[in-house]
């Protein structure tokens, strides 16, 4: 869920979707040599198919920067109906931030703009148990990241900056929410093994309990922008998530309970039952049963669903909606059998409810969760982005500093480092001319479209196409990007040094008086 300044994250595939089997380590050295294989293989959605969906999207988005998502549409519902919603994001302060990150800072400030609660962290802890970096050093970059954050926009009253070491609420949190975690998953998401430190193991606790907080007190959708290979962490607080839950609902169409698989296969026998039911008004469960094995190529889905509806005889087939006991105590479930209005049917674990839709059910088992003691957290949700590629070609590494530009470069060091870039451009200008260059393929045209052009969409589709059509030659272009990363890093240092006094005034703590430099941790291999 954090923001490295290490080597990027590490990715590989041989470029065919879903080929070689990919591995997300959030402290590894990584890149992506094709995004898609991360859609099959662990069920990241392509962010095009909800870009519609949201209000005046971000430029990043618009270009497929932000290439994925987890569960995005209720972020995006919540922005246009005008409901409470969350970002948050989290920096590992290992270095300096660099346009890398600006990334990152750049989407926790427009999803701030659009109306949403926004916390940005300092993965304080996690930076010394797995990076090994002493308090001091972590000190000095903490206050680099937030000066850098406050100078792009961040808006402090509107939000909620902070230190996982001295947020005692976060850290509760994670005390909470590491009964609902198990080492066999951290074997399985993580590798950790019997070298693995125990303080290392407790910041990735600590990284789920950063992504949840937001909710503590009101859920709410959230949003964590990140880029893919902080995915495992957010596939382990989703689980976590769940499991803290008091209550689970779902769609049902009898006393019985049918599984994932089955439940389509039933919903399309009451479409149905006006095709085999003697009275559609009160099709019976054995005359689904029939009707599937009749009509319905023969699985194993298809079979269990049948044998179930044929178990549960002549009861009438009739939605509702089920509301299930996951772990709530018995005072709880006496709340909801009671908050449940309308015709309803009381089980040992189970209140079937017939007067409410599912999005009802959801958000009453939740108030009523919230309201005996529980958390009642929404899953979070996740927006990825694109590696930057290394301006040296290659990733982007913090121990290359030419391969990156960092936002405290000097903005004459910042010019030349773009000047000395690689490009996608063709060996001569002739060739240049008649092949066209390779857009697709340049770190130089990158910063145009994550960073330099900002919201112009227009600047970096004709950067785009005079490349790809030979019009643009790269002594001009590097020339052009490199005045505009001067400018930019003119500016942005200007707004750090007028953020000095905001960040003075704050409620965060750029300084540590913890003991331990002497025994600063090993970073685990």
């Known amino acids: 869920m954090t923001e490295d300044t290490s080597d990027d994250a590490t990715v590989e595939t041989d470029g065919a979707a879903g080929a070689d089997e990919t591995t997300l380590d959030p402290w590894g050295s990584v890149t992506v040599e094709d995004y898609r294989s991360l859609f099959a293989e662990f069920g990241i959605e392509s962010f095009d198919e909800v870009l519609s969906e949201v209000p005046d999207p971000h430029y990043l988005m618009r270009r497929g920067v932000i290439f994925g998502h987890r569960d995005y549409r209720r972020v995006a519902r919540a922005m246009r109906d005008d409901d409470p919603f969350a970002v948050l994001s989290g920096f590992m302060p290992t270095g300096d931030p660099h346009i890398g990150h600006k990334l990152v800072f750049d989407e926790i400030i427009w999803h701030q703009a659009q109306g949403g609660d926004a916390y940005a962290l300092i993965a304080d802890l996690e930076a010394h148990s797995a990076r090994g970096l002493s308090w001091t050093e972590i000190d000095e970059h903490t206050r680099d990241y937030l000066l850098s954050l406050l100078a792009l926009g961040f808006d402090p009253d509107?939000?909620?900056?902070?230190?996982?070491s001295t947020n005692r609420g976060l850290q509760d949190l994670a005390f909470e929410l590491g009964s609902s975690a198990r080492f066999s998953e951290f074997e399985s998401i993580y590798g950790f093994d019997g070298e693995t430190s125990v303080s290392h193991m407790a910041s990735v606790v600590t990284q789920?309990?950063?992504?949840?907080?937001?909710?503590?007190?009101?859920?709410k959708p959230t949003v964590v922008p990140v880029g893919p290979d902080q995915d495992p962490h957010m596939r382990l607080a989703?689980?976590?998530a769940a499991r803290t839950r008091y209550f689970k609902t779902t769609e049902a169409f009898a006393s019985v309970e049918f599984a994932a698989e089955e439940q389509p296969l039933v919903a399309d026998a009451h479409d149905h039952r006006a095709e085999f039911a003697d009275d559609p008004d009160r099709p019976r469960c054995v005359e689904a049963a029939d009707w599937l094995r009749e009509t319905h190529e023969q699985t194993a889905a298809r079979e269990s669903a049948a044998e179930t509806l044929a178990n549960a005889g002549r009861e009438p087939l009739r939605p509702r909606t089920r509301i299930l006991v996951r772990s709530?105590?018995?005072?709880?479930?006496?709340?909801?059998?009671?908050?449940?209005?309308?015709?309803?049917?009381?089980?040992?674990?189970?209140?079937?409810?017939?007067?409410l839709s599912l999005d009802e059910a959801d958000r009453l088992a939740r108030e009523i969760e919230v309201a005996e003691g529980g958390f009642g957290f929404v899953a979070p949700s996740s927006v990825y982005h694109r590696f930057m590629t290394g301006l040296t070609g290659g990733k982007m590494s913090s121990s290359v500093p030419a391969s990156h530009i960092s936002l405290l470069d000097d903005p004459e060091d910042g010019y030349d480092k773009v000047q000395s870039a690689a490009t996608g451009g063709r060996d001569t200008a002739e060739a240049q001319r008649e092949l066209g260059g390779e857009p697709d393929e340049c770190p130089v045209y990158e910063l145009y479209a994550y960073l330099l052009a900002a919201d112009d969409d227009d600047l970096a589709t004709r950067v785009y196409e005079e490349c790809a059509g030979g019009e643009r030659l790269c002594g001009g272009c590097k020339e052009q990007a490199a005045t505009l990363m001067r400018e930019f890093l003119e500016d942005h240092q200007e707004k750090r040094?007028?953020?000095?006094?905001l960040l003075a005034d704050l409620d965060v703590s750029v300084e540590t008086d913890r003991v331990g430099d002497g025994l600063v941790p090993a970073a685990d291999e």
Do not use: W
């Not at 509107?158 to 996982?164: H, S, T, V």
């Not at 040094?497 to 006094?501: K, L, Q, R, S, V």
């Open 328 to 355: 709530a105590p018995d005072a709880a479930f006496e709340a909801l059998v009671e908050a449940v209005e309308g015709e309803k049917r009381v089980y040992d674990g189970h209140v079937d409810a017939f007067d």
């Open 158 to 164: 509107e939000g909620e900056l902070y230190r996982q």
């Open 208 to 219: 789920i309990a950063d992504i949840l907080y937001p909710q503590v007190g009101e859920p």
């Open 497 to 501: 040094a007028e953020a000095e006094e």
């Open 238 to 240: 989703r689980d976590v």
